[in-house]
């Protein structure tokens, strides 16, 4: 009966656009580009009416509102207009979110800092093991954006069943992108190949886990709301209880598989580099539940179960442990009592951990969900903060009770942590960028946020150094990047 039902709910708007949304749809593949920051551009002006008429309703609001023209000097706390009666076309023309782009933006130069820097830093770069680092809060801003992005996208729904399938067809969109860049069809800058081994293609990635969040969260905003509008903190809530209560599930399965089930011992192979022989054959002894080590967490297990061994990540963080590397936190040789474990595969972006990296998605969905709601800064920012600041206390109140911070894992409590710390920055960009003006100085991450796609796959995905060193003279290690020491 949805599909019947289609025509009529595009006539009944649920309730009246805030400023600077007015115009959107949500049903519009077009609006959710624009939103998540892919780089398209849409005409959102409505048609002018003829003078006649745009004359009269002129009058009619200047006899109607006399003391409407005059704001200039209102406080930077207080949006620009607090009436959502006034005719559409004298509304102020829809704008961007620029605080959103600017945080996408900013996330966008942090992970390519951090991508480029990391091998020289340690310190910023991904943590080993258990622990936070400037690397480990990218993943989760991404997801948290994508939250946001949805509350805004899909705040009016015309139709529930046109807008799933568009949801559905973006998320297989950034599944297949994810696959062709992380798959392994480029193999890297240290040779001129490029194509799938299939059998031993990486599945999941970056852009896999963003695409699971972006769908689970999609679904949820299309299909689980209530009808009213919210006008208090308890008639949001309210309005949202079966995102909220979905999230909750999903955490609980989350915690309740990675210390309840039981992890045997299992094996992998690997190349043996001083011989042309049969790979060699390690063992690694588990029997163990409960255990959030890199050689016996359930993350591992599952994705090992499901996906394959041979389609996990190659080079995983654990690599650069004490117990794996006499350089740690830095990559290097093994050492001589080295486990059997540090060579062995492991999926960073894993089924389960992607678990909760939807629960992420949904914490920035409750975010986006202010904005359209309540349209005083005072109150977004307030409501924004809140959260914000139990979040990353219960994460860390986690952590020392032993429910360690891990983003290999994506624990629970890292979980909590990254999303307060994303909530506080999103507060703090959108009061410098959308309330005090200061769009200027983040133009630079402004414009990195409208494009963001484009720059993770040239700049991320390594394509602009394929495609560099690509150019040699007679032969393939005389190239650009050879000469400047890259790829060597």
């Given at each position: 009966?949805?599909?019947?039902?289609?025509?009529?709910?595009?006539?009944?708007?649920?309730?009246?656009?805030?400023?600077?949304?007015?115009?959107?749809?949500?049903?519009?593949?077009?609006?959710?580009?624009?939103?998540?920051?892919?780089?398209?551009?849409?005409?959102?002006?409505?048609?002018?009416?003829?003078?006649?008429?745009?004359?009269?309703?002129?009058l009619?609001?200047?006899?109607?509102?006399?003391?409407?023209?005059?704001?200039?000097?209102?406080?930077?706390?207080?949006?620009?207009?607090?009436?959502t009666?006034?005719?559409?076309?004298?509304?102020?023309?829809?704008?961007?979110?620029?605080?959103?782009?600017?945080f996408?933006?900013?996330?966008?130069?942090?992970?390519?800092?951090?991508?480029?820097?990391?091998?020289?830093?340690?310190?910023?770069?991904?943590?080993?093991?258990?622990?936070?680092?400037?690397?480990?809060y990218?993943?989760?801003?991404?997801?948290?954006?994508?939250?946001?992005?949805?509350?805004?996208?899909?705040?009016?729904?015309?139709?529930?069943?046109?807008?799933?399938?568009?949801?559905i067809?973006?998320?297989?969109?950034?599944l297949?992108?994810g696959?062709?860049?992380?798959?392994?069809?480029?193999?890297?800058?240290?040779?001129?190949?490029?194509?799938?081994?299939?059998?031993?293609?990486?599945?999941?990635?970056?852009?896999?886990?963003?695409?699971?969040?972006?769908?689970?969260?999609?679904?949820?905003?299309?299909?689980?709301?209530?009808?009213?509008?919210?006008?208090?903190?308890?008639?949001?809530?309210?309005?949202?209880?079966?995102?909220?209560?979905?999230?909750?599930?999903?955490?609980?399965?989350?915690?309740?598989?990675?210390?309840?089930?039981?992890?045997?011992?299992?094996?992998?192979?690997?190349?043996d580099?001083?011989?042309?022989s049969?790979?060699?054959?390690?063992?690694?002894?588990?029997?163990?539940r409960g255990?959030?080590?890199p050689?016996?967490?359930?993350?591992?297990?599952?994705?090992?179960?499901?996906?394959?061994?041979?389609?996990?990540?190659?080079?995983?963080?654990?690599?650069?442990?004490?117990?794996?590397s006499?350089?740690?936190?830095?990559?290097?040789?093994?050492?001589?009592?080295?486990?059997?474990?540090?060579?062995?595969?492991?999926?960073?972006?894993?089924?389960?951990?992607?678990?909760?990296?939807?629960?992420?998605?949904?914490?920035?969905?409750?975010?986006?969900?202010?904005?359209?709601?309540?349209?005083?800064?005072?109150?977004?920012?307030?409501?924004?903060?809140?959260?914000?600041?139990a979040?990353?206390?219960?994460?860390?109140?986690?952590?020392?009770?032993?429910?360690?911070?891990?983003?290999?894992?994506?624990?629970?409590?890292?979980?909590c942590?990254?999303?307060?710390?994303?909530?506080?920055?999103?507060?703090?960009?959108?009061?410098?960028?959308?309330?005090?003006?200061?769009?200027?100085?983040?133009?630079?991450?402004?414009?990195?946020?409208?494009?963001?796609?484009?720059?993770?796959?040239?700049?991320?995905?390594?394509?602009?150094?394929?495609?560099?060193?690509?150019?040699?003279?007679?032969?393939?290690?005389?190239?650009?990047?050879?000469?400047?020491?890259?790829?060597?």
């Amino acid at each position: 009966m949805e599909t019947e039902d289609c025509r009529e709910r595009q006539m009944a708007i649920e309730y009246e656009p805030i400023k600077g949304y007015a115009n959107d749809s949500e049903g519009s593949v077009y609006a959710q580009d624009k939103y998540l920051g892919i780089g398209i551009d849409i005409d959102n002006a409505e048609k002018i009416q003829d003078d006649d008429e745009k004359k009269l309703s002129q009058l009619a609001i200047q006899i109607s509102y006399p003391n409407i023209v005059n704001r200039g000097e209102e406080s930077p706390l207080v949006p620009t207009s607090t009436s959502t009666n006034l005719p559409l076309h004298r509304q102020q023309p829809p704008q961007r979110l620029v605080s959103l782009d600017v945080f996408r933006g900013l996330t966008i130069a942090l992970m390519i800092l951090v991508d480029d820097v990391g091998g020289l830093l340690p310190a910023i770069n991904h943590s080993p093991w258990n622990g936070l680092t400037l690397a480990d809060y990218v993943m989760p801003f991404f997801l948290f954006i994508v939250g946001v992005s949805l509350g805004l996208t899909y705040k009016r729904v015309s139709c529930r069943v046109t807008a799933t399938r568009k949801a559905i067809l973006r998320a297989l969109k950034l599944l297949i992108l994810g696959l062709f860049l992380q798959g392994g069809f480029f193999h890297g800058i240290k040779n001129l190949t490029y194509g799938i081994d299939i059998d031993q293609m990486r599945l999941m990635g970056i852009l896999q886990r963003i695409a699971i969040a972006y769908l689970v969260a999609a679904l949820c905003e299309i299909w689980l709301k209530g009808d009213n509008h919210a006008t208090s903190q308890l008639a949001l809530l309210r309005k949202y209880q079966f995102q909220w209560l979905a999230a909750s599930v999903l955490a609980v399965i989350y915690i309740s598989l990675l210390y309840g089930l039981y992890v045997p011992t299992w094996q992998y192979q690997i190349p043996d580099s001083t011989s042309s022989s049969a790979p060699k054959i390690l063992s690694v002894n588990c029997g163990v539940r409960g255990d959030t080590g890199p050689a016996c967490n359930v993350i591992g297990m599952i994705d090992r179960k499901i996906l394959g061994i041979q389609h996990l990540y190659r080079k995983p963080v654990f690599e650069r442990t004490k117990q794996c590397s006499i350089n740690s936190p830095d990559n290097g040789p093994l050492p001589f009592d080295a486990p059997t474990w540090c060579q062995a595969p492991f999926e960073p972006e894993g089924l389960l951990s992607s678990v909760m990296a939807v629960v992420t998605c949904l914490v920035g969905l409750h975010y986006g969900h202010m904005i359209v709601h309540f349209k005083d800064h005072r109150d977004r920012i307030r409501l924004w903060l809140i959260p914000s600041s139990a979040f990353l206390v219960l994460g860390l109140a986690l952590d020392i009770f032993g429910m360690h911070i891990n983003k290999a894992l994506y624990t629970f409590s890292y979980m909590c942590v990254t999303a307060g710390a994303a909530g506080f920055l999103f507060a703090g960009i959108y009061l410098l960028v959308d309330i005090y003006g200061y769009r200027r100085m983040a133009s630079v991450l402004e414009w990195m946020g409208k494009h963001a796609l484009i720059i993770y796959i040239l700049a991320a995905c390594n394509i602009i150094p394929i495609i560099i060193q690509g150019f040699y003279w007679k032969q393939p290690q005389n190239n650009i990047l050879s000469l400047i020491g890259i790829g060597r």
